[in-house]
């Protein structure tokens, strides 16, 4: 039986072995060939990388030869690499796109494939239903050797550091943070970023040790590669135990940021969002468009109210929140992930710019980042939140999206409903509060969310939403 390969927020994801094989993965590269083909592009060639996980370097070989196959040039990476500085290649080498082997957060059993269009940026919805429609059809992929597509000059392996690299030291006050006198911890994950923030920092006074710094698909420790609370013990008690400054955590595939304060606590994504954005509005005096995802804090809406600016609400994924940058020249776009785009890089979310923006923010200031929450508190009004995921049985999943849809909720935990929208999923608005459920797009899970002025509230609003939607 045929798997149908079909693209969620950020590419196809699969278990390994399972329907994430390497018949699959030319199969799926056909398809990307033959929409290349419709295009027109195909000529430029494809930008082909991958992460840390399991054969994921000879599954972007797969790609690479299936290429080759079709007579489109493939630009390798030499190296695994993260997904913002593959997707910055794009532009480098003027390509058609990029084919990334990754699964991003997900578990080490999982492995994926993400495209990335000439934009550099995820894939629209549009894109993606082209694409799955060219892999359905696709024959049997055409093949050629690695070794005659480099005799051939269709298989030409790169670096794609030095580009990356290079925007990133026009867009970051390097020097300001390698003499502000840090000692930065940040945890790898054992992902593709591995070695950019101590590589990137060193030289000064600043000190940056890591962890997890090194391949391992299993990623021991964790339940997966994703930068929360749940996943972040380890350095969470770094960083006071060593009087360090801020910890920093990168997701697989380094495209999502972390952060923990100078006390072991771990600041909310929604938190990060609104900090970064706080930064570049006052701070740094610019103007844009704040872009978010339906489930990122209404910190940022306030702040968009304060400082003049425009705030667009997007279903969850970059697929969604990257096209709306684009289209309004954002300032910044981002997500409840952890995962945030700038202007003047790519439309695609970057976790090494990001926390690197976070640390210019504090050598800037000079306040710590629990200071740094404190005022944007200061300015918006203290803000709580919390995501539950929930795994379900897959018979029950649309007894829970008809609970979802339903119309008729008044109340929930003793508060009125004051208004509802469908934007992505069900959100729910009370005074001062709003709560979420979603059905994720990469991963078997029902997601719930929750953001109010108090813990306590969060906490009662999500016990009551699981208990409604009876999961």
């Given at each position: 039986?045929?798997?149908?390969?079909?693209?969620?927020?950020?590419?196809?994801r699969?278990?390994?072995?399972?329907?994430?094989?390497?018949?699959?993965?030319?199969?799926?590269?056909?398809?990307?060939?033959?929409?290349?083909?419709?295009?027109?592009?195909?000529?430029?060639?494809?930008?082909?990388g991958?992460?840390?996980?399991?054969?994921?370097?000879?599954?972007?070989?797969?790609?690479?030869?299936?290429?080759?196959?079709?007579?489109?040039?493939?630009?390798?990476?030499?190296?695994?690499?993260?997904?913002?500085v593959v997707?910055?290649n794009?532009?480098?080498?003027?390509?058609?796109?990029?084919?990334?082997?990754?699964?991003?957060?997900?578990?080490?059993?999982?492995n994926?494939?993400?495209?990335?269009?000439?934009?550099?940026g995820?894939?629209?919805?549009?894109?993606?239903?082209?694409?799955?429609?060219?892999?359905?059809?696709?024959?049997?992929?055409?093949?050629?050797?690695?070794?005659?597509?480099r005799?051939?000059?269709?298989?030409v392996?790169?670096?794609?550091?030095?580009?990356?690299?290079?925007?990133?030291?026009?867009?970051?006050?390097?020097?300001?943070?390698?003499?502000?006198g840090?000692?930065?911890?940040?945890?790898?994950?054992?992902?593709?970023?591995?070695?950019?923030l101590?590589?990137?920092?060193?030289?000064?006074?600043?000190?940056?040790?890591?962890?997890?710094?090194?391949?391992?698909?299993?990623?021991?420790?964790?339940?997966q590669?994703?930068p929360?609370?749940?996943?972040?013990a380890?350095?969470?008690?770094?960083?006071?135990?060593?009087?360090?400054?801020?910890?920093?955590?990168?997701?697989?595939?380094?495209d999502?940021?972390?952060?923990?304060?100078?006390?072991?606590?771990f600041?909310?994504?929604?938190e990060?969002?609104?900090?970064?954005a706080?930064?570049?509005l006052?701070?740094?005096?610019?103007?844009?468009?704040?872009?978010?995802?339906?489930?990122?804090?209404m910190?940022?809406?306030?702040?968009?109210?304060?400082?003049?600016?425009d705030?667009?609400?997007?279903?969850?994924?970059?697929?969604?929140i990257?096209?709306?940058?684009?289209?309004?020249?954002?300032?910044?776009?981002?997500?409840?992930?952890?995962?945030?785009?700038?202007?003047?890089h790519?439309?695609e979310?970057?976790?090494?710019?990001?926390?690197?923006?976070?640390l210019?923010?504090?050598?800037?200031?000079?306040?710590?980042?629990?200071?740094?929450?404190?005022?944007?508190f200061?300015?918006?009004?203290?803000?709580y939140?919390?995501?539950?995921?929930?795994?379900?049985d897959?018979?029950?999943?649309q007894?829970?999206?008809?609970?979802?849809?339903?119309?008729?909720?008044?109340?929930?935990?003793?508060?009125?409903?004051?208004?509802?929208?469908?934007?992505?999923?069900?959100?729910?608005?009370?005074?001062?509060?709003?709560?979420?459920?979603?059905?994720?797009?990469?991963?078997p899970?029902?997601?719930?969310?929750?953001?109010?002025?108090?813990?306590?509230?969060?906490?009662?609003?999500?016990?009551?939403?699981?208990?409604?939607?009876?999961?």
């Amino acid at each position: 039986m045929t798997t149908a390969i079909k693209f969620g927020t950020d590419g196809w994801r699969a278990i390994i072995a399972d329907e994430f094989t390497f018949a699959n993965v030319a199969r799926c590269t056909q398809g990307l060939m033959d929409y290349l083909g419709e295009t027109g592009m195909a000529g430029q060639g494809l930008v082909v990388g991958y992460d840390t996980r399991f054969l994921s370097r000879e599954f972007a070989e797969t790609v690479a030869s299936v290429c080759a196959g079709n007579g489109v040039p493939a630009y390798l990476c030499r190296t695994a690499a993260p997904t913002p500085v593959v997707s910055f290649n794009v532009l480098t080498h003027q390509a058609a796109g990029a084919a990334i082997i990754t699964a991003s957060h997900n578990p080490g059993h999982w492995n994926g494939f993400k495209f990335k269009p000439e934009y550099a940026g995820s894939a629209t919805q549009e894109i993606t239903d082209r694409l799955e429609t060219h892999i359905a059809a696709a024959g049997e992929p055409e093949t050629l050797s690695l070794a005659e597509g480099r005799r051939r000059g269709l298989v030409v392996d790169i670096d794609p550091n030095p580009p990356y690299l290079e925007r990133i030291e026009s867009l970051i006050d390097l020097p300001a943070i390698r003499a502000a006198g840090f000692k930065v911890v940040v945890d790898a994950m054992f992902g593709a970023g591995a070695g950019y923030l101590p590589g990137l920092l060193s030289g000064g006074a600043t000190v940056v040790e890591e962890l997890n710094g090194y391949r391992n698909p299993a990623f021991p420790g964790m339940e997966q590669p994703e930068p929360i609370a749940p996943n972040l013990a380890g350095l969470m008690e770094r960083i006071p135990a060593e009087g360090a400054s801020v910890g920093i955590a990168l997701d697989g595939d380094a495209d999502r940021v972390g952060l923990v304060h100078e006390q072991g606590n771990f600041i909310s994504t929604l938190e990060v969002f609104s900090l970064l954005a706080l930064y570049l509005l006052e701070h740094k005096g610019q103007r844009g468009a704040l872009v978010k995802g339906v489930t990122s804090s209404m910190m940022l809406n306030k702040l968009g109210e304060k400082f003049g600016v425009d705030v667009h609400e997007m279903r969850v994924g970059f697929k969604y929140i990257g096209p709306r940058m684009s289209e309004v020249d954002g300032l910044m776009g981002g997500e409840e992930s952890g995962g945030f785009a700038f202007r003047g890089h790519i439309p695609e979310r970057d976790g090494i710019l990001s926390g690197l923006y976070l640390l210019e923010y504090m050598a800037r200031t000079g306040n710590t980042p629990a200071q740094l929450v404190q005022q944007l508190f200061a300015q918006v009004g203290p803000h709580y939140y919390q995501r539950r995921d929930v795994a379900f049985d897959p018979a029950e999943r649309q007894r829970i999206l008809s609970r979802l849809e339903g119309g008729d909720l008044t109340e929930l935990a003793g508060l009125p409903v004051l208004g509802s929208d469908e934007i992505d999923g069900r959100r729910l608005f009370f005074d001062n509060a709003w709560l979420a459920s979603r059905f994720s797009g990469t991963e078997p899970l029902l997601r719930i969310y929750c953001e109010a002025e108090s813990q306590e509230k969060v906490t009662r609003l999500l016990d009551a939403a699981a208990e409604y939607l009876g999961v």
